[in-house]
């Protein structure tokens, strides 16, 4: 019996002894020691990006932000924690649908299921003019940001007419539709010309800015793991950049770095974004103009940046769109931004924004035809035939193509540029009167149609924003750092003096009397701010985007 026990231990004894002699083997105790030396410098790059690109001070709150994310997401799996939570959640939601619904009037007529007999055009008709007189801000008289680019009753009377004739065609089928693919690519050319591209510059019309600015790191992925081996991409942009590069992130695959940016000028910080610049970094970008505050970052020495290493520099004109093209031939103040700087390969346009052309039409343009090919998608085994698409749409709506066109021809470069004249303007009007209170300030150094400002202590900004509400005013909030947006439309060009007095007024009464602030804003920021899981203020976001398909 001794002898049978002994046998299987002897056995189990020698696997052992002969896996001890591999670990312990010169073969793979340099195994060991490149795994070990690869996790250091994993660790290290972690360490190197978070610490010397984003500053010791932004590292501490970073731990301290994550210390406290992790504490909360564990608090969160208590149940009576979750339900306070959940509790929250719904009454917001609840407050959220109110102010959606409201708007639409006490008499809504609910369409859920398809009529049984369809109805007249007179009663279609009166369907639309009725969501049309739904509870809706006044943007026609110039008191919402942004939103509506709208270029004058004649040219919106065009466009209509123009989406009329088209409303039925399909840029995927050129040889059904030769004139729409023959006004795409004049519209592709002519603000290709706008922003001076090179002789080889080329370009493709997208739905959006955020669908140029997708394109486009599309384009650097797939053409820099073709052409440099780069499997593991990553893009170094501002933190102040479109939230479509978040998006593009997201969607390709592409790891994101963001970089500060300076707390006076708001641009990005060159020397942080040239240290996180890596060998599988594959484009970085900047803006003219951003977003939030209306600044452009420094093109020229991004521009130095990637032409130092070889990748790709994408410049977010989006919002600039025909603002900045034109601020030269206005005579006003203006920075480099186009393919003149050396260094660009790539700029979005929004012809819908201050292009006033149809919502749903962008230009991404490309310095040659070599990047710009890695942005299409081609198959060519599909038993259904050989695919080619420039975008992610396949059919697209070659009556926006149509108004796009039209838009373009009827403006024209005088019409540009009045209009340039005009908005510009109206928004030194605006900044002018900014300046002039002692509260506020403004954020930044803005340059073409965007200003963003800001209140000092005691005043809250966003309580500003809430008494400029009640006069009618519908502006963008801001936060890190909180502030006030407003994109001057051309519309503001008749209201600036007005909205100039309101702001003037509202700041003097919340410093004649500081009870009158409402902390409505104030108070969704602030605990938006306060919460350390995200996640918490994304399923409100998540609900809010729920709401819009509520029937």
């Keep these: 019996m001794a002898n049978e026990l002994s046998k299987p231990v002897a056995k189990l004894g020698h696997i052992y002894r002969v896996i001890e002699g591999l670990l312990d083997g010169k073969r793979l105790s340099i195994v060991k020691n490149i795994v070990f030396i690869l996790v250091l410098l994993n660790y290290w790059s972690f360490l190197y990006r978070k610490v010397l690109v984003g500053g010791p001070v932004r590292a501490i709150m970073d731990v301290q932000a994550f210390v406290k994310r992790v504490f909360f997401k564990q608090l969160r799996r208590l149940p009576s924690v979750q ?37 007249s055009a007179d009663k279609v008709l009166d369907h639309l003019k009725g969501f049309q007189e739904m509870r809706a801000l006044d943007w026609e008289g110039g008191k919402v940001s942004g939103t509506v680019y709208h270029g004058g009753e004649d040219l919106n009377n065009l466009l209509a007419e123009a989406y009329r004739m088209y409303s039925f065609s ?28 090179p002789s080889d510059g080329c370009g493709t019309m997208t739905s959006g800015g955020t669908e140029s600015i997708i394109m486009a790191c599309k384009a650097y992925r797939d053409m820099y793991k073709d052409l440099k081996g780069i499997r593991y991409p990553e893009m170094v942009v501002p933190e102040t950049i479109h939230a479509a590069f978040m998006k593009a992130s ?14 006076i000028t708001c641009q990005v910080d060159i020397k942080k974004m040239a240290r ?75 012809t819908h924004k201050y292009g006033f052309a149809p919502k749903g039409s962008s230009i991404v343009m490309y310095r040659n035809k070599k990047i710009r090919k890695y942005q299409y998608f081609l198959c060519s085994d ?30 024209g470069q005088d019409g540009y540029l009045e209009a340039c004249k005009g908005i510009v303007g109206a928004r030194q009007t605006i900044e002018d009167m900014v300046r002039s209170i002692p509260q506020l300030y403004v954020i930044g150094d803005p340059v073409a149609s965007v200003i963003a400002f800001g209140a000092a202590e005691p005043i809250n900004i966003y309580d500003i924003g809430d008494m400029l509400s009640e006069r009618g005013w519908n502006l963008s909030p801001l936060q890190n750092p909180a502030a006030l ?28 009397d500081p009870s009158k602030a409402r902390n409505k804003t104030a108070a969704i920021y602030g605990t938006a701010a306060s919460i350390p899981d995200k996640t918490v203020v994304e399923d409100v976001a998540a609900g809010f985007v729920d709401l819009l398909y509520k029937a």
């Design 83 to 119: 339900a306070k939570i959940d509790a929250e959640l719904s009454k917001t939601l609840k407050d959220m649908e109110h102010s959606i619904m409201s708007r639409e009037g006490d008499n809504v007529v609910q369409n859920v299921t398809l009529p049984k007999h369809g109805l």
């Design 170 to 197: 399909n840029p995927l089928h050129p040889e059904v539709f030769p004139g729409v693919r023959r006004m795409e690519a004049e519209s592709v050319a002519m603000v290709l010309d706008m922003y001076n591209a």
């Design 250 to 263: 997201g969607y390709f695959n592409i790891k994101l770095i963001l970089i500060p940016v300076d707390p």
């Design 276 to 350: 996180a610049i890596t060998s599988n970094t594959i484009m970085i970008a900047g803006s003219a103009i951003n977003f939030p505050h209306g600044t452009a970052d420094n093109i020229v020495s991004l521009g130095k940046l990637a032409k130092k290493h070889d990748i790709g520099l994408h410049v977010d004109c989006c919002l600039g769109s025909f603002i900045m093209p034109f601020l030269e031939k206005a005579g006003l103040r203006t920075v480099p931004f186009d393919f003149r700087v050396d260094g660009v390969t790539s700029i979005s346009c929004d």
């Design 382 to 411: 599909w038993t259904g035939g050989i695919y080619a698409s420039p975008s992610i749409a396949g059919s697209r709506p070659g009556a926006l193509i149509a108004g796009c066109w039209a838009a373009l021809i009827k403006m």
């Design 485 to 512: 947006h407003i994109s001057v439309t051309l519309l503001w060009v008749s209201s600036a003096d007005k909205f100039a007095q309101d702001l003037k007024e509202v700041v003097e009464e919340l410093v004649a």
